[in-house]
T-cell receptor, first 116, second 110 residues
């Protein structure tokens, strides 16, 4: 298993540009989520999904869109990049309710985004 | 989910036990204690979890006080590779989201 993969590893955007951060997992996990981590801070939840076709907002959803058309993929879209979105973005997946005790989230390696 | 309090940083000598405390005085009866760590800039990694009994696995031991208001993660023989930020999280077992605070930055010194 490749686990959770994220692309790209690094990205530089200009203010106002849009882009999509890719996330994929091959563990057949129902639950997937996106976090951002600013320097010296813990992770903050952006959006999450409990299964294909179902998404919901986390703690800091503004400026981001998500969709979940398949179990494997959960892309994060930045609509109009702003310097405040400079951060490291982590995608994670786990089993969901009713399937198993979802104690372990598997994290991807992260995407380091800089907005100038 | 209950909030947790951890010291911002700790040092430990290589080869010695690292004891990382966590306070969760408002924990509910059905909330578990989870520990994750984040090495350098990698994604967080699961370490261990428990409800009220002490737990041990190949990575660490988790000691939860009888009143469940605090816990301690123990790395029995810390190595330089254990230098990381350690996060203590409490949540219900089937909750979807983990809330990561600032954690404890553990530095293992040679």
């Amino acid at each position: 298993n490749a686990g959770v993969t994220q692309t790209p590893k690094f990205q530089v955007l200009k203010t106002g540009q849009s882009m999509t951060l890719q996330c994929a997992q091959d563990m057949n996990h129902e639950y997937m989520s996106w976090y951002r981590q600013d320097p010296g801070m813990g992770l903050r939840l952006i959006h999450y999904s409990v299964g294909a076709g179902i998404t919901d907002q986390g703690e800091v959803p503004n400026g981001y869109n998500v969709s979940r058309s398949t179990t494997e993929d959960f892309p994060l879209r930045l609509l109009s990049a702003a310097p405040s979105q400079t951060s490291v973005y982590f995608c994670a997946s786990s089993y969901s309710r009713g399937r198993a005790h979802s104690y372990e989230q598997y994290f991807g390696p992260g995407t380091r985004l800089t907005v100038t | 989910d209950a909030k947790t309090t951890q010291p911002p940083s700790m040092d430990c000598a290589e080869g010695r036990a690292a004891n990382l405390p966590c306070n969760h005085s408002t924990i509910s009866g059905n909330e578990y204690v989870y520990w994750y760590r984040q090495i350098h800039s990698q994604g967080p990694q699961y370490i261990i979890h428990g409800l009220k009994n002490n737990e041990t696995n190949e990575m660490a031991s988790l000691i939860i006080t009888e009143d469940r208001k605090s816990s301690t993660l123990i790395l029995p023989h810390a190595t330089l590779r254990d230098t990381a930020v350690y996060y203590c999280i409490v949540r219900v077992p089937y909750g979807q989201n983990f809330v990561f605070g600032p954690g404890t930055r553990l530095s293992v010194l040679p």
